[in-house]
């Protein structure tokens, strides 16, 4: 046998099915082999004790880059993936938006050197554009970013428009994440809410009604399950949403449903405390212990898929210019996720395996990243997280590597530590810091 480059000996390797204590290989940037080695290697890192897991895979993050990237940019927000344990981003950003093959070229030249982690590209769907769909996809997208409603510029889709995106995108087999909340009815209560003269922080989520969400995401649902496509439901707040999801799935639509921190531990009623520091949308609609509760549980049995952080960031100081309305929709989320399912685990709200199963492998099937992402398995990618189960740490502000600064969770103990991060076999981070050069590359989504 040629020589390893690594061996990461005596640690705990945890797969949606299970744990073993066993030791893992590298070589080229590969996961060679797994078992109990005594093959020669340049290095050997002793994993005792420690939980050896496959990188984290986020699929739904927006780095601003290239544009305005006052909020976030990929140098910042890449560092703050790698530092927290995630290996493998799907990026788009609203204000300078994919919609062409030239426009996805563009962005991998202007992205080259500067992300710490690799990265995957969205497109968004355009209204009557529906034929540079099967181009993009051929190029190696990874999905299709579908607003049904008017959101930071991008024109949002009728029932009209979506089918029609939903019918091209399943003559070749492509996947869309659908942002769900009916215009008409958001329309409709904003302006009943100018109207009044509301500018209070409480506004949010009259305007960004259950309803809303609810209606948009009942018709996408069905509207999959009638064009064949595939899709994923973005950022589900609750757990009525995900039974409708639940519902057409088991009618045979091929559809996923995406889950996010804020939906499982900010509560609703924090908006009058908060104001624009919990600005996002869907807001934030749990109400008491048990919509929590019931929320992980829709994860832990699959209901809903898998977990993105929906990384959207803007600073302290940006959030504070404006009222209500014009503040920044978004929260920072890439520093935080993993600590967050890391704790949930030892909480007893998920187990290890489930991490891995919801923020690393699900997300990587889901979006044609499988098998080189998102597993530890002989030929795989070598992107591997090795935690601390045992160590706590508080999340605070001044730990963000995002520009953001700041996270919701500021405060929040959590168990469970990232010791180091490795992408395809070099340590990108350690101790809280990254600590290699920016390496990250494009990877192609499941057309290409």
Not at 255 to 271: G, I, K, T
Not at 309 to 318: F, G, M, N, V, W
Not at 335 to 357: K, N, P
Not at 404 to 427: C, M, N
Request: aromatic share 6%.
């Amino acid at each position: 046998m040629t020589e390893l480059d690594l061996i990461v000996a005596g640690g705990t390797i945890v797969s949606p099915r299970g744990r073993q204590r066993a030791d893992l290989g590298i070589r080229d940037g590969k996961i060679a082999v797994i078992g109990d080695l005594s093959a020669a290697a340049s290095s050997v890192l002793d994993a005792s004790g420690l939980l050896v897991m496959p990188g984290g895979v986020d699929t739904h993050v927006h780095l601003m880059d290239p544009g305005d990237t006052s909020r976030e940019d990929f140098p910042s927000g890449s560092a703050a993936a790698a530092v927290s344990g995630v290996t493998t981003i799907v990026e788009h950003t609203h204000s300078h938006p994919v919609r062409t093959v030239a426009d996805l070229r563009g962005k991998i030249e202007h992205l080259n050197g500067r992300s710490h982690v690799d990265f995957g590209l969205a497109a968004h769907a355009w209204p009557g554009q529906e034929a540079h769909v099967p181009d993009l996809w051929a190029a190696g997208v990874a999905f299709f970013k579908v607003f049904t409603c008017t959101t930071h510029g991008v024109p949002g889709h009728s029932a009209a428009a979506l089918r029609s995106h939903l019918s091209a995108s399943a003559l070749v087999d492509a996947v869309s994440l659908l942002h769900c909340e009916d215009e008409s009815l958001t329309e409709a209560a904003e302006a009943v809410l100018r109207n009044e003269g509301r500018s209070d922080f409480g506004l949010l989520t009259e305007w960004r009604n259950r309803d809303a969400e609810l209606v948009a995401a009942a018709v996408a649902a069905l509207l999959v399950r009638r064009t064949g496509a595939r899709a994923t439901v973005a950022h589900v707040s609750n757990q009525e949403v995900a039974r409708y999801i639940e519902a057409e799935r088991s009618h045979g639509a091929r559809l996923a449903a995406e889950a996010c921190p804020q939906y499982f531990l900010l509560r609703e009623d924090d908006v009058h405390e908060h104001g624009a520091l919990r600005k996002f949308t869907p807001p934030a609609r749990a109400r008491i212990d048990d919509d929590e509760a019931q929320m992980w549980k829709l994860l832990r049995a699959g209901t809903l898929t898998h977990m993105s952080s929906d990384h959207a960031p803007s600073t302290l100081e940006q959030k504070a210019d404006g009222d209500m309305w014009s503040a920044h929709f978004g929260l920072p989320g890439l520093d935080s996720t993993f600590a967050i399912l890391l704790d949930a685990a030892a909480r007893g709200h998920l187990s290890y395996e489930d991490v891995v199963r919801v923020y690393s492998e699900v997300p990587a099937k889901t979006y044609g990243l499988w098998p080189q992402k998102g597993r530890l398995a002989s030929g795989s990618d070598a992107d591997i997280v090795l935690v601390d189960p045992t160590a706590t740490r508080t999340l605070r502000n001044e730990d963000v590597l995002s520009k953001a600064r700041w996270t919701p969770f500021d405060g929040r103990t959590v168990s469970g530590k990232v010791v180091k991060t490795f992408l395809r076999g070099s340590l990108i981070a350690e101790g809280g810091l990254p600590v290699a050069e920016r390496a990250g590359a494009f990877v192609t989504g499941g057309g290409a």
